[in-house]
């Protein structure tokens, strides 16, 4: 089935050390995203990428960092500079063109000890 | 910038009735486009239904219609005759032009229908 993947579901890190988020999609979609969800919070843009080798920052780049080598994968990787990495993550995907729907992953609740 | 309002943070439906859920937004953008998602307690983002600034119809799909008042800035979800499935967290979100179809999302209404 087409479809996006996340892994793991569920993360915990210690404080200080990196981690990175998997992010897989298999419906050719050009355009990825990487959002973050607080508690109570609606999503807020971290990372997005339109074609391979290239992304954007978001609105919350900060102590994050991703790379875009293969058009199926989105990897985020949450460095220890993210002063406040305890969230929900998910990841979408598009055909890229402006207005078309976004779909998304199951997410990862990443957890810092 | 562009910017969503969701003011209500928690709503209540009886089964069977239908229920609207309020969204504003605020945009200098002539050119950009409205979502509504679904979100169960999995966590898992559902896309619902889409509304293009400059279409003249309120868009439908199935039990979802949007209600589209451009002039007011809103795009308020209607959910007809409620199930008990439709018990979810709902977000409004807006795209727009040179934004790379990146959304904006707003805080959400939780939704909660009722036997």
């Known amino acids: 089935d087409g479809g996006i993947t996340q892994s793991p579901k569920y993360l915990f890190r210690k404080e200080g050390q990196n981690v990175t988020l998997s992010c897989e999609q298999n419906l050719n979609h050009d355009a990825m995203y990487w959002y973050r969800q607080d508690p109570g919070q609606g999503l807020r843009l971290i990372y997005y990428s339109q074609i391979v080798n290239d992304f954007q920052k978001g609105d919350i780049a900060e102590g994050y960092s991703v790379s875009r080598e293969k058009k199926e994968s989105f990897p985020l990787t949450v460095t220890s500079a993210q002063k406040n990495p305890t969230a929900f993550y998910l990841c979408?995907?598009?055909?890229?063109?402006?207005?078309?729907?976004?779909?998304f992953g199951p997410g990862t609740r990443l957890t810092v000890l | 910038a562009q910017k969503i309002t969701q003011t209500q943070p928690g709503m209540f439906v009886q089964e069977k009735e239908a229920v609207t859920l309020d969204c504003t937004y605020d945009?200098?953008?002539?050119?950009?486009?409205l979502f509504w998602y679904k979100q169960p307690s999995s966590g898992e983002m559902i896309f619902l239904i889409y509304q293009g600034s400059y279409d003249e119809q309120n868009a439908t799909e199935g039990r979802y219609s949007l209600n589209f008042q451009k002039a007011r800035k809103s795009a308020n979800l209607v959910i007809s005759a409620s199930q008990l499935g439709d018990s979810a967290m709902y977000f409004c979100a807006m795209s727009f032009t040179g934004g790379g179809n990146k959304l904006t999302f707003g805080t959400g209404t939780q939704l909660k229908v009722e036997l």
């Open positions: 979408a995907s598009s055909m890229g063109l402006v207005y078309n729907e976004q779909f």
């Open positions: 945009t200098s953008d002539q050119s950009y486009g």
